[in-house]
C-alpha cells in the first residue's frame, strides 16, 4: 500500500520508527537503558561491630549534620531540576503541537493549491474554444478584407 499511495518502503518505515523511540539523550532512562542504579554512601559500611574514641563520634556527629544540610539542599536542587525536566517536556510537547499544526494546514495548502490546479487544468479546453474562435474570426477578416481589397483594386489583389 505504501508503494500505492507514495509512501516509504517498510524498511524505512521501520527505520523513521527506530528513530521516533530512540531516547532524546544517551543518558536519558528508557526501558532499554535503565540507568546505572548506583547509590551514594557517605561513610563506609561496618562488617563487625566495633567501639568509637570521642573524636570519631563527634567527627560522625558533625559529619551527619553537614550530611543532614546537604540532604536538604541536594532534595531542593533534585525537586528544580525535576521542575525543568517537567517544563522541558512541556515545551516539547507544545513544539510537536506546533509541528502537527504546521504539517496539517500546510497539506491544507496543498489541497487548496490542486483544487485550483485541477479547475484550471478543467477551464483549458475553454479557452482553446476560445483560441480557435478568435483564429476563425481573424481568418474571416482577412478573407473580407482581401474581398474588399479586390473590388476597390479592380479585381487585382497585390
Aim: proline share 3%.
Amino acid at each position: 500500500m505504501t508503494r500505492l499511495f507514495g509512501g516509504d518502503s517498510s524498511e524505512a518505515i521501520s527505520s523513521k520508527s527506530e528513530v521516533l523511540s530512540k531516547a532524546t539523550d544517551a543518558s536519558v532512562i528508557t526501558p532499554l537503558n535503565p540507568g546505572k542504579f548506583s547509590s551514594i554512601r557517605s561513610i563506609p559500611v561496618l562488617d563487625a561491630p566495633r567501639y568509637f574514641t570521642k573524636e570519631e563520634a563527634d567527627a560522625l556527629k558533625a559529619e551527619s549534620k553537614q550530611k543532614t544540610e546537604d540532604a536538604r539542599h541536594t532534595k531542593k536542587a533534585y525537586k528544580a531540576m525535576s521542575a525543568v525536566e517537567v517544563a522541558d517536556a512541556k515545551v516539547h510537547k507544545a513544539h510537536r503541537g506546533y509541528e502537527v499544526a504546521v504539517a496539517t494546514n500546510e497539506l491544507t495548502k496543498k489541497q487548496a493549491d490542486f483544487k485550483l490546479a485541477k479547475k484550471l487544468h478543467g477551464l483549458r479546453p475553454g479557452y482553446a474554444r476560445l483560441g480557435v474562435g478568435l483564429e476563425k474570426a481573424e481568418s474571416k477578416a482577412t478573407e473580407r478584407i482581401e474581398a474588399i481589397k479586390a473590388k476597390l483594386l479592380g479585381g487585382s489583389a497585390e
